[in-house]
């Protein structure tokens, strides 16, 4: 008789590995591949609201954390949104997968954080660069998708031009009917003082922004710190460098910009 599987939250997957096959595939921009991994009929993935799990691909035993972007009404499935970067073993790896074959996920333990319904909070601001929108977009599928959640959110959301921003259609929609609820920002640029893009303005459903996500535009556009606003990060490495600091340290890094502008740790979730 096998060992029962360990959980460490509501999410169907174990904190061992469980391989899962692959049922489909499709492109979603120049560079980035929708994934759907199956699950048992009628089941759902149950992933706590911004939390990650673990792929591993069978023929490499190559490792990367994975965010889904299926919300958990989704059931016999759930989806992962993937970039594919040049020298990137994983992401090539399964963009050359065929369906049917096999792709191992577990969840893992020390990534249980803040989560939903986020006690003690009533304002929100996520901020985002690339793939880092998978947590921000399982955050707002419970902040927007409540019954009787009225809080406030800011999406502020870094990309390298529009053309790379993820979910953007998505977006678009929960920030058109949210009457006022949601703020969507959005920053594109390789440099910091890159010049607005051709035809790159300001819509009914976001804010446009040149550069990259920096002071200024926390200052001008983030909830400013209190003991009830909530500010998640996500993104590449120098990112939270620059923000708060490294992803697996809770306190915020001296003289980071979070902290400079009086954040405190207890205010900040680092995903």
């Not at 972007?69 to 073993?89: E, Q, T």
């Not at 989560?115 to 690339?130: E, M, V």
Request: glycine content about 8%; proline content about 7%; some cysteine.
């Amino acid at each position: 008789m096998s060992e029962p599987l360990d959980h460490c939250s509501s999410c169907y997957l174990p904190t061992s590995w469980l391989a899962l096959p692959l049922l489909a595939k499709k492109e979603y921009n120049y560079d980035s591949t929708l994934y759907s991994f199956g699950l048992p009929e009628g089941q759902s993935l149950n992933l706590p609201a911004a939390r990650r799990t673990v792929a591993r691909t069978t023929l490499t035993a190559q490792t990367r954390s994975a965010r889904t972007v299926s919300d958990n009404s989704v059931l016999g499935k759930f989806d992962l949104l993937i970039k594919r970067y040049d020298g990137g073993a994983v992401s090539q790896y399964l963009h050359a997968l065929p369906i049917g074959a096999e792709v191992s996920f577990k969840h893992i333990k020390f990534n249980i954080k803040a989560q939903y319904p986020f006690a003690g909070k009533t304002t929100f601001t996520l901020i985002a660069a690339g793939t880092g929108i998978a947590p921000m977009y399982q955050a707002l599928w419970k902040l927007m998708g409540t019954e009787g959640d009225n809080r406030k959110v800011t999406l502020i959301y870094g990309n390298k031009s529009p053309e790379d921003i993820l979910l953007k259609e998505e977006l678009d929609g929960w920030a058109s009917r949210s009457a006022g609820r949601l703020k969507i920002v959005h920053v594109v640029g390789n440099q910091p003082d890159d010049p607005a893009p051709p035809g790159w303005a300001d819509t009914p459903t976001y804010t446009a922004e040149t550069g990259w996500v920096d002071e200024a535009k926390l200052k001008k556009h983030a909830f400013p710190p209190a003991e009830d606003t909530l500010v998640f990060v996500c993104g590449l490495p120098g990112m939270y460098a620059a923000l708060c600091g490294p992803r697996n340290e809770k306190e915020l890094k001296d003289g980071s910009t979070l902290q400079k502008l009086g954040y405190t740790a207890d205010m900040v979730a680092k995903m």
